[in-house]
């Protein structure tokens, strides 16, 4: 692994399943992050994590759970999909978050609710 | 509330050079980054200012005035790959991005 993997690359999922997408990174990074990009807005956060075992909500919680077991993974769960939440979903990583860093994404997951 | 500005498209032609504005409000400032993302591929980073002033990084240049809360990136000699969008976003008080919606840049021929 180099950096950060994302999977599935892409899915279509009916409305009202459980989803989780997987993220994990390699380069021993505090910080990790889950945005969602959509056509004509910014990226957007979604949740957050600090540190292994400490998590944040962003801007756009509702609907989306994360989970940080240890350093390298941060999953995120959509507990009961609706198409709203059809969207791409980035992670992405930084050495921390309380500093000045850049952050490194993943190449993505192309979600489509139904 | 918090609001980034950046055009949404712009066309600028090979070998040429093109200037793309940011203005931002934010709730305190932290930095400003610029990022590049290929249609279909993730974002990646480009530059980060902090300071008032000009940062130059080869063909890419970023300027910043934190009074006037303005930033631009400026890309000389363009070449066909530098088609992306590209994206503006301020570090604020709480150390989270704010993110601008992107311009995407077209270059011709």
């Known amino acids: 692994i180099a950096g950060i993997t994302q999977a599935p690359t892409s899915q279509i999922l009916a409305a009202g399943r459980r989803m989780t997408l997987r993220c994990t990174q390699d380069?021993?990074?505090?910080?990790m992050y889950w945005y969602r990009q959509d056509l004509g807005l910014g990226l957007r956060l979604i949740h957050y994590?600090?540190?292994?075992?400490?998590?944040g909500k962003g801007e756009v919680p509702d609907g989306y759970s994360v989970s940080r077991a240890n350093t390298d993974d941060f999953p995120l769960t959509l507990a009961s999909a609706v198409p709203s939440q059809t969207s791409v979903y980035f992670c992405?990583?930084?050495?921390?978050?309380?500093?000045?860093?850049?952050?490194?994404f993943g190449p993505g997951t192309r979600l489509t609710v139904l | 509330g918090q609001n980034i500005d950046q055009p949404t498209e712009m066309t600028a032609t090979e070998g040429a050079i093109v200037q793309i504005n940011c203005t931002y409000q934010?709730?305190?400032?932290?930095?400003l980054f610029w990022y590049q993302q290929h249609a279909g591929e993730a974002p990646t980073f480009l530059s980060y200012?902090?300071l008032d002033g000009l940062e130059e990084k080869g063909r890419f240049s970023s300027f910043l005035s934190r009074s006037k809360g303005y930033s631009y990136l400026l890309l000389k000699e363009l070449q066909m790959k530098d088609s992306a969008s590209y994206l503006c976003?301020?570090?604020?008080?709480?150390?989270?991005?704010?993110w601008g919606a992107g311009t995407k840049l077209i270059i011709k021929p």
């Open positions: 994590s600090n540190t292994a075992g400490t998590t």
């Open positions: 200012n902090v």
């Open positions: 992405a990583s930084s050495d921390s978050i309380s500093q000045v860093n850049e952050q490194f």
């Open positions: 976003a301020v570090l604020d008080s709480n150390y989270q991005l704010i």
């Open positions: 934010t709730s305190g400032f932290n930095g």
């Open positions: 380069m021993r990074h505090n910080a």
